[in-house]
């Protein structure tokens, strides 16, 4: 169940981010919707990551939920905010997500 809930947490930071991304581009009203749904989603994943460590090991808790919001990140870059999507770029998203399930098998055994 703390795997669910350090995936969720993980997804609660590409939510951050994106938020940000968005803030960045807003202004006014709008401006501070999207400063709001920062705060939310870092709070919410701040949450979820304590909850997770409570079982899972510090590190690879860490590990995994910033591998995640890496690479959910970069993602939603690429979809929604025009940011290369090189060769290399993608072969080093790909390394970091085989690194992140490797985390998972290893700490499993």
Request: glycine content about 8%; proline content about 3%; overall charge positive.
């Given at each position: 169940m703390n795997w669910f809930i350090l995936i969720i947490a993980g997804l609660c930071e590409v939510g951050f981010t994106t938020c940000l991304g968005k803030a960045k581009e807003a202004s006014g009203s709008l401006y501070w919707s999207w400063i709001g749904g920062f705060l939310f989603f870092l709070t919410l994943s701040m949450i979820l990551l304590y909850k997770a460590t409570q079982t899972l090991p510090l590190g690879t808790a860490y590990a995994v939920?910033?591998?995640?919001?890496?690479?959910?990140?970069?993602?939603?870059g690429?979809?929604?905010?025009?940011?290369?999507?090189?060769?290399?770029?993608?072969?080093?998203?790909?390394?970091?997500?085989?690194?992140?399930?490797g985390l998972k098998f290893v700490s499993s055994h």
């Open positions: 939920w910033t591998g995640i919001g890496a690479v959910g990140t970069v993602i939603i690429i979809m929604f905010f025009k940011e290369p999507a090189s060769f290399w770029r993608l072969f080093f998203i790909a390394t970091l997500i085989s690194s992140i399930v």
